[in-house]
């Protein structure tokens, strides 16, 4: 018997999530539904504890409220990771919050699924320092691209590898002018090509920033070095990612965009468990593309790597810096093509010192907000 | 070190074989060349005996000759097989003359690297029986395909995977309508689209004969059934093999067509060792297409198939009677669309029995001959 618990249940790979428990539960898997939290919506929250009837549902986003089963509070969140009846934390939140939390799952032993991008990349070296220690527990990420990479690494040895190749769709401006890209909507953006996703992750897909992100979060996943790390744009998001082998030959791991795929590996790996999936036909899909990225005209990736080899506390001041760009870009304030030079603004001002500890990553990110508050007013 | 026999050094998997060993002894690896064979090529056996200096050197075409430190005859092989000295045997023969020479190899208890489709085509039985004895050697397929899908099954259980797609170039003629397929000619037949061949073996790939066999190799080699053994038409040949896994997904082994590779893979597995090999860039290549097999305008597929579900001598009958009717085609006796049509007229009028041991495969495939001259005369 394993113990879930689910951070951030009410979001899209909470929900999901709490979909892929229960189909495992009802293929006469041994697992157990802990908890579940959320930071601000009680309304489904509420409905998932009626029918999915966790241990304990937390309400983040308020310090107290009325009982009704209800905890409140991040003090309860991070309590509930340390309790002796979870065994995996799903991290499905969003944002730098998710850092705290993952650090917490590891440091009690826990397995950590983890959905929530900023935890790698802002607090890599926490991590893996902490991944190093023994007790420790364990880590298998959840995110569409790097569970790709995850499972076809398994049987291959590092030594085999000549570079990771990370796949992204382009997003749904890949194949604009640039001066089109002058001209690009909030609403133009939200719209993205493949995959049903949320407003910061889809302007994070259009500037490509998403897989800037991921690149770094790549880095501290498997240990391989940035110029080992590749990027190819494949517009039909079937081909999640590729492994290059030192004999020239490349693996890929394909299929249809669901992300309940790599949820529900997380939970059985190194099992692939059968479920509710549509299998790949490729014949049916019939026609596979690829394209080298356009390094010039879609910046925020080149700045991904430019953080990421600096390191310390660069790739923090990136992301806390495109958080705040985005959330400019949806209110009119600042312009498409101004979210990637504005982050490389507010990188250019910053002199970047080592990670310590979580104080120093919040510290960076706080920083790199109010900067580019400054720089665009 | 591991000492190398390499069985058809003359051929094309032979001449590729003695480049990959000597690069991998120039990286370092502690390999050394035992024996070259070859059946009548005595003029390049002598240049490659020149060039490589393998201890023995045996010309099978013959039964004695001149000296001139090289062994005649198909027994003189038989005995190379069994030396203390040969921990590997790569058997690039063609035809069903390989068969013995693999049963001898895995007997002794060496590592046989297989390119001699035949061996698991016509004696699959008699190979996995002795596979499975106590002592016995071991087997890893070289062909492009079966060591795609050798690879991608590194790291993933049998209970995994759902099952193994055979990728196919679809040969010349995918694209042809039904009238063009009538009239084609012997000279049209043998231009292969992807990878430069041998006369039987493009001949094969145009009517996917090829791929019928190796249907039946993959049968042999993974243990699944064969519902669970899949054919996607993929003309670039880019993508080699692809396992499917029971959560929907799909890994692929992908590469610039080169024998090479997985020649050296058989040398180093389970390694990956780098070499002259050019590194695939799906950029450059742009773009990959599948197709479903078109299965009734190639009805050797489903000819391979059904041999296989038979089972007993019928592949056997399928591989003899496939042999006389390319050479009729060769030789203008035979239509192209007869080829496949002959064979299935005399598995039709074959009552399979046991393969008990090589004499039984053998007088199968005698009898599928003189089967297929009688009803072409």
């Known amino acids: 018997m394993a113990g879930v618990l689910i951070l951030g249940a009410t979001g899209s790979i909470g929900q999901q999530s709490l979909e892929v428990l229960q189909n495992l539960k009802n293929r006469g898997y ?21 029918r999915y009837r966790p241990r304990v549902a937390i309400l983040t986003g308020q310090e107290a409220g009325p009982d009704q089963g209800i905890e409140y509070g991040s003090g ?71 569970s790709a990479l995850y499972q076809l690494l398994q049987g291959h040895g590092k030594g085999d590898i000549s570079s990771l190749i990370l796949t992204a769709s382009g997003g749904p401006f890949f194949f604009s002018s640039r001066e ?37 979060e790549a880095y501290w996943l498997f240990g391989v070095d940035y110029d080992k790390i590749e990027v190819l744009v494949h517009p039909e998001s079937i081909v999640h990612s590729l492994i290059r082998l030192e ?60 953080a990421g080899r600096r390191g310390a506390s660069m790739p923090v001041v990136l992301n806390g810096a495109n958080e705040e760009a985005v959330t400019a870009f949806l209110q009119g304030r600042i312009s498409f093509l101004e979210i990637a030079s504005s982050v490389g603004g507010v990188m250019a001002a910053h002199d970047p010192y080592p990670l310590t500890d979580l104080q120093a990553v919040l510290e960076a990110d706080k920083w790199a907000r109010q900067k580019f508050e400054e720089e665009v007013s």
């Open 30 to 50: 041994d697992l157990d539904l802990i908890g579940i939290t959320a930071h601000k919506n009680r309304v489904l929250l509420e409905k998932q504890k009626e």
């Open 247 to 306: 004999d020239g030959a490349v693996l890929g791991h394909m299929g249809i965009p669901d992300m309940k795929v790599p949820i529900q590996y997380a939970l059985t790996w190194p099992r692939h468990e059968g479920g509710e999936f549509e299998s790949l036909d490729l014949a049916r899909v019939a026609r596979l593309n690829f394209y080298q990225p356009r390094w010039a005209d879609f910046p925020a990736l080149e700045l991904g790597y430019e």
């Open 180 to 216: 089109e890209m002058e001209q690009i909507t909030p609403e133009q953006a939200l719209r993205h090509p493949t995959w049903a996703m949320g407003g910061k992750i889809s302007i994070d897909s259009a500037t490509m920033m998403n897989k800037a992100l991921e690149v770094i």
């Open 76 to 146: 309860a969140l991070l309590q509930s990771i340390y309790r002796d009846d979870v065994d995996i934390v799903i991290n499905g939140l969003v944002g730098i919050s998710g850092l705290e939390p993952s650090l917490a799952a590891i440091e009690s032993g826990k397995k950590l699924a983890l959905a929530n991008k900023e935890s790698l990349v802002t607090g890599g070296p926490l991590i893996n320092e902490l991944l190093a220690k023994e007790g420790s527990g364990s880590l298998i990420p959840v995110d569409s691209e790097h």
